[in-house]
């Protein structure tokens, strides 16, 4: 392979890698325009943590999981439950490809991020939630954020 077209192939996978990282501000923002500041409760500093804890604000991140199931987007948002992967049996709550939770417009994953915080457990139906962001005082998250 020439050396020109290799160095091309390399420039453009580091595109695309980095297209699917959102900085922490940027997705503050996103979250604020679809009115997630105070949603049943969680500030945005708590699904900044989320974000953060569970894909390192990577929004193209798919994990597999031991069940078979899959967690897909930024929030990790698993598909034995609450998306449709066409892979495994799902209950599909939020009534959504699973690919779809992928979208830099953050739309459905925001969508069924909501159905999820509403329901019983609220953040606690995130384990990494739980554990690392949970009764920790976490406004850090929002520092040099502005939001107007």
Not at 4 to 24: E, G, P, T, Y
């Amino acid at each position: 392979m020439p050396r020109a077209l290799l160095m091309s192939l390399v420039s453009c996978l580091a595109a695309v890698h980095q297209a699917s990282l959102i900085s922490r501000c940027d997705l503050a923002k996103a979250l604020h325009e679809e009115d997630l500041d105070g949603f049943e409760g969680y500030s945005l500093s708590d699904w900044l943590c989320l974000a953060f804890v569970e894909s390192n604000f990577n929004i193209s991140k798919v994990n597999e999981n031991t069940d078979g199931s899959f967690d897909y987007g930024i929030f990790q948002i698993n598909s034995h439950y609450w998306c449709n992967d066409h892979q495994s049996h799902s209950e599909n709550i939020c009534h959504v490809d699973c690919q779809e939770l992928l979208s830099p417009n953050l739309l459905s994953i925001v969508n069924c991020a909501k159905k999820i915080v509403s329901s019983a457990g609220g953040m606690k139906n995130w384990v990494e939630w739980k554990l690392h962001c949970s009764g920790r005082p976490l406004s850090y998250w929002m520092t040099g954020c502005h939001l107007g």
